[in-house]
C-alpha cells in the first residue's frame, strides 16, 4: 500500500477534525502534529506542506461523502424520494457532528470555499471538482425526476445547483445557530425549486 | 463625535479589505496596522483587541448593505420586484468587487459565519442578528406579496430564510468558480421558492 501508515492516517484524522472545529488558516503543523501524537519529523515524511495536508483531507472526505451520496442518489428508490434521503442523512450527520463537537461545524466543503478558495489555487480547483460532481449527482436525479414528468425545470443542471446552493445556506443557518431547524426546511424548498405541484404529492410514495 | 478619527477609519477600512480577501484568523494586528499606514499603538488605542476590530467592521458593513437593502426593499416597487432588484444589485456589488480585487470575495457575513460562528460567541451573536435581519426584511416584502395574492407559501419567514439561503449558497458557487454567473439563477430561482405561477408573470410588471 506504499507510504500509507497508521501516522498518516492519525495526521489526517487529526486534521479534519481541526479544521472543521477551527477552519485552516488559524492551524499551524506543529499544533496538527500535537492532537495527532506524531512527531512533526512525521508530518513532512507524509506531506510537503499543510496545503497538500489540506488537500488530502479533502479528498479522502469527499471519497467517504461520494459513497453515502453514490448510495443515496443511485438506489433504485424514486427520484425525488433519493433527494429527500440525501437531505435526511446530510440532518443526521450534522446531529451527529453537534453531539460529539458541541456544536455544529457546517460543511468542510462549504467553509473551506469561503475561507481559502480565492487565495489557493489548488484548493480552489479541488473544490470546484467536488462541486462539480455533487451538481452533476443531483442533476442525474432531477434528469430522470423531468423525464418521468414529476418536476417542471428548464434546465435540470442549473435546478441541480439551486438546491445545493439551498443545502449549502442552509447548513451555513445551521452552523450560525447551532440548530438543525434550518435543514427541515430543505425538502419543501427542494420541491419548490424543482416546481414539484404540492409537496404532498411527492411525499405519498414516500 | 468622541474617539473617531482619520486613523480609526483607516484600520477599519484595512481591516475589511483583509478580511474580505483573506478571512479572519489569517490576519495580525501588525499587517493590519501596516496596511492602514498606521502606528500600532493607535489600533490598541480604538480597539480593545482584533475580536472588537471585527465586531465594528461587521457593524460597520452592515450599516452601509442595511442601507441599501432599506432603499430598495422598502421601496414603492412591486414586492416581487424589489426582490429582483435585491439580486440585480448585489450580483452588480460583487461585479464591482471582482474588478478592483481581481477574484470575487462573496458575502463578508457568510465567510465570517462559516469561518468564525462555532468559535467566537461575541462573533456569532452578532452574524445572527445581521442575518435575522436580512431575513426579517425579505419576510416583510413576501408577507406582502402573500397579501396581494402574488406567491404562495406557508411560512413567510421560512421562505425568507430559503431566499436568504439559495443567496449566500450562490455567493458561494460565484466565489468558488470566481465568476458572476451562479448569481443569474436567484431571480428564477426566489420564483420558484415563492411558487410564483411562471416567472414569466411576474417579470412582466418590471
Redesign the interface.
Known amino acids: 500500500m506504499g507510504r500509507t501508515s497508521d501516522a498518516r492516517e492519525k495526521i489526517i484524522t487529526a486534521a479534519q477534525s481541526l479544521i472543521e472545529?477551527?477552519?485552516y488558516?488559524?492551524l499551524g503543523v506543529a499544533e496538527i502534529c500535537k492532537s495527532a501524537g506524531v512527531p512533526k519529523g512525521s508530518f513532512y515524511y507524509f506531506f510537503e506542506s499543510k496545503e497538500a495536508l489540506a488537500l488530502t483531507v479533502l479528498d479522502e472526505h469527499w471519497a467517504d461523502e461520494r459513497r453515502d451520496w453514490s448510495r443515496i442518489l443511485d438506489s433504485d428508490a424514486e427520484p425525488l424520494q433519493r433527494l429527500r434521503q440525501l437531505f435526511e442523512e446530510n440532518e443526521a450527520a450534522q446531529r451527529d457532528g453537534q453531539k460529539t463537537?458541541g456544536?455544529?461545524?457546517?460543511c468542510l466543503f462549504?467553509?473551506l470555499?469561503?475561507?481559502?478558495?480565492?487565495?489557493t489555487e489548488s484548493i480552489?480547483r479541488r473544490?470546484?471538482e467536488i462541486?462539480d460532481a455533487q451538481v452533476g449527482m443531483v442533476e442525474a436525479v432531477v434528469a430522470e425526476a423531468l423525464r418521468r414528468g414529476e418536476v417542471d425545470v428548464a434546465d435540470p443542471r442549473?435546478a441541480a445547483?439551486?438546491i445545493?446552493?439551498?443545502?449549502?445556506?442552509?447548513v451555513?443557518?445551521a452552523?450560525?445557530?447551532?440548530s438543525l431547524s434550518?435543514l427541515g426546511?430543505l425538502w419543501a424548498?427542494c420541491l419548490?425549486?424543482?416546481?414539484v405541484r404540492a409537496p404532498q404529492e411527492a411525499a405519498v410514495g414516500a
Open positions: 472545529l477551527r477552519g488558516s488559524a463537537c456544536t455544529i461545524s457546517g462549504g467553509n470555499t469561503l475561507e481559502l478558495s480565492n487565495q480552489r473544490l470546484q462541486f442549473e445547483q439551486g445545493v446552493a439551498q443545502l449549502e445556506g442552509q451555513l443557518f452552523k450560525l445557530y447551532n434550518p426546511a424548498n419548490a425549486l424543482l416546481r
